[in-house]
């Protein structure tokens, strides 16, 4: 697996774990927006990356 894979498992089961604790739907909606944010940075960082290595 691969380290983007690794990083978005574990954003995955972050997320898993703050829908099953956080009670106030709030505050969930939030931190799971706040999740999905450095998740989709994750993965455009890494898509960059590699498009660039193609590139040289």
Do not use: C, P
Not at 36 to 43: D, L, Q, S
Request: cysteine-free; glycine content about 4%; charged content about 20%.
């Amino acid at each position: 697996m691969s380290k983007l894979g690794i990083a978005l498992a574990i954003y995955v089961g972050v997320a898993i774990l703050a829908w099953f604790t956080l009670s106030d739907q709030r505050i969930r909606l939030v931190t799971l927006a706040i999740l999905a944010m450095f998740a989709i940075r994750t993965a455009a960082h890494e898509f960059r990356k590699r498009a660039e290595a193609e590139n040289k």
